[in-house]
């Protein structure tokens, strides 16, 4: 038997300007078996971790991140939370900020589904609370702050 869901809001990706030169990779998938206490990314493999809530985008590193990595909203909706203002270097996976976040963003689209942008660069964020936003709206940059071992976006 096949299960097919099917979502009535279609995301562009977050990260735009990846190529050779300005690496853009999955560190990390949602790990989709939380509740049975095991590690399984979507395609049953093992390329997440416990408990993880979404998909890590790395980008080589924190000359990356000094060059300035854009993150656009994926999709149509209205920002509901914007935290700035912290620490944008960790290397620790246990830095102060954000809830584990650090500095982020959460916008809320049709039907009541949320996206977060986690883990940006202090002082990036170009959105405030209640702005309505699309695919073409630039929310940030990619950082490394709240619970980060490196520049990445926490998706």
């Not at 977050?14 to 990314?41: F, H, M, N, W």
């Not at 009541?112 to 209640?130: A, C, M, Y």
């Not at 929310?139 to 520049?151: A, K, L, M």
Request: aromatic residues 10%; charged residues 25%.
């Amino acid at each position: 038997m096949i299960s097919v869901i099917l979502f009535s809001i279609v995301h562009s990706a977050p990260l735009r300007d990846c190529s050779e030169r300005r690496p853009c990779y999955i560190t990390a998938y949602k790990d989709a078996e939380q509740s049975l206490g095991q590690v399984l990314d979507w395609f049953c493999r093992d390329h997440s971790y416990d408990g993880h809530k979404g998909t890590d985008f790395g980008i080589g590193g924190f000359d990356e991140m000094d060059r300035g990595r854009p993150v656009f909203a994926t999709a149509a909706g209205q920002v509901v939370t914007v935290a700035d203002g912290f620490e944008d270097r960790c290397t620790s996976g246990r830095c102060e900020g954000g809830g584990g976040l650090g500095n982020h963003v959460i916008i809320e689209h049709a039907e009541g589904w949320q996206s977060r942008f986690g883990h940006l660069r202090n002082g990036s964020i170009r959105v405030e609370e209640g702005d309505a936003v699309d695919c073409s709206t630039q929310i940030g940059e990619v950082g490394s702050s709240g619970y980060s071992t490196g520049p990445h976006l926490h998706f």
